[in-house]
């Protein structure tokens, strides 16, 4: 059976010290599990929810950051861009570009990133069905993406709050054959924590048991040593300590 996808690290940049130490777990559970986990941060998380958030060392720095590691763990790389300069320069280091799910029906972002000629992972917005991804699976295509991934994420429910109809996946494997269940951002409370994004770590684990039980053929964590102190999706984050018996579950 094939393996599945597996991508994790802590949601923004937030020191080289913080990527050190995700990296050299992630290469331990690799080794461990024969597992071959891609390894996410973002250089700049520019859909925060308040002005003052922090959002990263930007496009720059952070993409040296990120291709020291690659070049000192000999891991694959992802991260996600908001703006189509962007596309350019990210697939000059990263393996994998992701299309944010707000962003998902941005046509000239998916052009972008799709002529790098890197795979390109769409989450799907939370205010989109799963049926609805084929149109921006087809934007990429047609622009030249050798593969193209889709993300569950969850979509809004009222205020402040998603839910996962786990339907969406079966639906999105139609349309791609990597469907990627994120973990994390599913928990979330958007901007329900005063100026900031809330949620509830404690259900990650059946997220991605859920996930898989329908079909998921990949699963994203975001992860950090310490979740409670980190700078962004703090609530969110599932401990690193964790992940290494959760993935042995899923695989």
């Not at 050798?146 to 402040?160: A, D, H, Q, S």
Request: proline residues 4%; glycine residues 8%; charged residues 25%.
């Amino acid at each position: 059976m094939k393996r599945p996808v597996l991508i994790a690290g802590p949601c923004v940049i937030e020191s080289a010290e913080l990527l050190d130490t995700v990296a050299a777990k992630l290469v331990e559970i690799n080794q461990k599990l024969g597992t071959d986990i891609i390894f996410k941060a973002s250089f700049d998380k520019a859909n925060r929810t308040s002005i003052t958030s922090f959002r990263g060392p930007g496009i720059e720095r952070g993409l040296q950051m990120m291709a020291d590691i690659k070049a000192k763990y000999g891991l694959r790389l992802t991260t996600d861009i908001h703006e189509t300069w962007q596309a350019e320069p990210t697939g000059q280091v990263v393996d994998i570009i992701q299309i944010p799910a707000f962003l998902c029906r941005q046509t000239d972002l998916l052009l972008a990133a799709a002529r790098t000629g890197k795979t390109v992972n769409i989450k799907k917005a939370q205010f989109l069905s799963g049926r609805d991804m084929r149109y921006p699976v087809e934007k990429a295509r047609d622009a030249g993406a050798k593969e193209v991934w889709l993300t569950e994420r969850g979509n809004m429910m009222g205020y402040n709050n998603l839910v996962v109809d786990f339907r969406n996946i079966p639906d999105m494997l139609e349309i791609t054959e990597t469907v990627i269940m994120d973990c994390t951002h599913s928990v979330q409370r958007p901007g329900g924590s005063d100026g900031k994004t809330g949620g509830d770590r404690r259900f990650v684990p059946q997220m991605a048991l859920a996930a898989k039980a329908f079909g998921a053929t990949g699963f994203f964590f975001e992860v950090h040593p310490t979740p409670d102190q980190g700078l962004s999706d703090a609530a969110n984050m599932l401990e690193l300590s964790a992940l290494s018996d959760l993935v042995a579950k899923l695989i």
